[in-house]
């Protein structure tokens, strides 16, 4: 299998993010969890991206990790590898945006990389090096309190500089807005300078389409599915994809089986969906507190949601607010804390698959990650989008047999995200 495009993402729903944004712009493509295993048989597909857990561990994880997956990637044809981080640059001054970035730099031959979380279409983007969200700065954003990385700090060339040990530059709008032949000549001028890592401004798609076409005659790009976006269609355009073009057929096959939806996520529109769930099928809400206690909580949401599930849909939901989970954090640390949410969604998301769910919609970054790796699934292919950034996805290898997925990042979907997942799961 040669692929064209390699990504290495930092986080699973992030990945099934970029998955789905590279799918819809025309290239077949694959989710990985981790480096696959040689005995999976993957499809033939254009594009491969590795799905990660390195957003919140320590920087030589993360570059450990992705040195790794950049080494498979290229091993098997890639010649542009995307780095994808969220869309909110969620990091702290240690890393790992910069230092990942970096590293990828140096394995390529050490070129300068563009780098933008930028992505319109969800109302991310990026003026003179700062990040909006919804025409807010993100650091006067709801999104700025992530409770494992918050940001408080819109200026991304400030905020890379911190965690690079190299200089950082900017291409401003008015460069990009010139086309790619004026990015290039600014890409000229830092690779001059010694600049590794250089900050993109980009307020719509073809902004983003001008980057991609730089970007692809470089080995190594890092953004979110915006900058995914751009790639895949500059791919289309180069006429380098021989195929029809990507599908969703086979991923959207029915698999029946019950269904059920575990949330973790702690953000204002998961709180908000899992209230107007509630009006349609039975909702549990966990105590964060008791989960950090013991295993009695978990005892309790498996027979709770085993006494209710041939019924219907359940959900079982460990999402607090954002002054319960700083209160928890206080008490009990925030690895801790983290750590035994993300521990307790997954035993109850496989206890269910036990109990013959198939179809599994799951809400947060940390417990779609938790959630897959205890499952144990290698692979995915990727189905129609839900919502934005949200495919359907079908499992590839998987030792229960087939399943439907949606991993679903805190902030993503409308209000009625969990009903129209499971509308679209059969």
Sequence with gaps: MAILLGSIADDYT??????????????????????????????????????????????????????????????RGAGHVLYKICSTFDSTDAGNIGPVTEALSEAAGGDVVLVTPAFPETGRTVYLG?????????????LKDHPLNPMHDANLVRVLTRQSRNAVGLIDLTTIAAGPGAVKM????????????????????????????????TPVSTGASGLGLGLARALVRSGRISSGGATTADAIRPV?????????????????QLDVAERSMPVLRLDPERLLAGPDEIATAISWAGDRISAGPVVVAASAAPE??????????????GHAIETATSIIAAELVERGVR?????????S???VDRLAIPAFLIGPEIAPGVPVLRTIGNAQGDMLLALKSGNFGGEDFFTAALAMMR
Excluded: M
């Design 14 to 75: 992030g990945a099934s993010d970029l998955a789905n944004t590279l799918t819809k712009n025309g290239l077949r493509t694959v989710q990985t969890v981790g480096i696959p295993d040689p005995s999976l048989a993957l499809p033939d597909v254009d594009a491969v991206v590795i799905s990660l857990k390195i957003r919140s561990v320590p920087a030589s994880d993360a570059v450990a990790a992705a040195a790794s997956a950049e080494q498979w990637l290229r091993q």
């Design 130 to 142: 700062h990040l909006f969200v919804g025409g807010q700065p993100l650091n006067e954003s709801p």
């Design 186 to 217: 600014r890409l000229d001028s830092f690779r001059t300078a010694g600049v590794t890592a250089v900050i993109a401004d980009a307020i719509f798609e073809h902004d983003l389409e001008t980057l991609g076409e730089v970007a692809l005659e």
């Design 256 to 272: 029946g089986g019950l269904s059920a939806i575990v949330a973790g996520s702690c953000s204002k529109a998961t709180l908000h």
């Design 324 to 337: 319960t989970v700083s209160r928890l954090q206080s008490l009990y640390g925030r690895e801790a804390s």
């Design 359 to 367: 179809r599994l919609v799951v809400a947060g970054g940390e417990t």
């Design 369 to 371: 990650g938790a959630a």
